[in-house]
């Protein structure tokens, strides 16, 4: 079936550190692919998503690539702030479904 | 628009007592979802509405789980005779009834903490 993995955590960095995430799919056809964040205390919001290959999807400084050679879509950002700290998951929408399949989420912690 | 709401945001419950969580989706909203994540885990589907159709329910929804969303509108998810298991984060999601960029984007609500002792 589908599947999301995830570079396990948790991730401490310092500020102004760059930032990546890995994230893996395995899925058949042409999956949509987002990444999500949860802030403390707060639900889970879209942070970026991409819906074919070769397509980077990008909000808040952070950008990820649709890579259908690698079925990748690690996230990055070139220089992370205290309050980027929340947990990341990866997840992807297989082609014609409804459903989201997660990864299982990267705590970052970032240092002033 | 206030987003989606869950009601309650915690619930502590005896093993064997039955609960019930409701969720109200983003006013005209005609899809939605409910997922489960357990600690240290991503969220993890468990069933879809569209409109008050349920389309879509996992094999995680045993027999002791029942969703409805009777009037297509807000939605409840009743766990029967509980166990320690159901210990998890309840999210709801919901979507429009329309793509943005080819897929309907679900917005979460704040989930429901379920704690069974």
């Known amino acids: 079936g589908d599947s999301v993995t995830q570079m396990e955590g948790p991730v401490t960095l310092s500020e102004e550190a760059f930032l990546t995430i890995n994230c893996t799919y395995t899925?058949?056809?042409?999956?949509?692919l987002f990444w999500y964040v949860q802030y403390p205390g707060e639900g889970l919001q879209l942070l970026l998503k991409a819906t074919k290959a070769d397509d980077k999807g990008s909000n808040k400084g952070f950008e990820a690539t649709y890579r259908k050679e690698t079925t990748s879509f690690h996230l990055e950002k070139g220089s992370v702030q205290v309050s980027d700290s929340a947990v990341y998951f990866c997840a992807l929408s297989a082609q014609g479904a409804q459903k989201l399949v997660f990864g299982q989420g990267t705590r970052l912690t970032i240092n002033p | 628009d206030t987003g989606v709401s869950q009601d309650p945001r915690h619930k502590i419950t005896k093993r064997g007592q039955n609960v019930t969580f409701r969720c109200d989706p983003i006013?005209?909203?005609?899809?939605l979802y409910w997922y489960r994540q357990t600690l240290g885990q991503g969220p993890e589907f468990l069933t879809y509405f569209q409109n008050e159709a349920q389309l879509e329910k996992s094999r995680l929804l045993s027999d002791r789980f029942s969703a409805e969303r009777p009037k297509g509108s807000f939605s409840t998810l009743e766990i029967q005779r509980t166990e320690q298991g159901d210990s998890a984060m309840y999210l709801c999601?919901?979507?429009?009834?329309?793509?943005?960029?080819?897929?309907?984007?679900?917005?979460f609500g704040p989930g429901t903490r379920l704690t069974v002792t």
């Open positions: 899925a058949t056809g042409y999956p949509s």
């Open positions: 006013s005209e909203h005609n899809r």
């Open positions: 999601a919901s979507s429009p009834g329309f793509r943005s960029g080819n897929i309907y984007e679900q917005y």
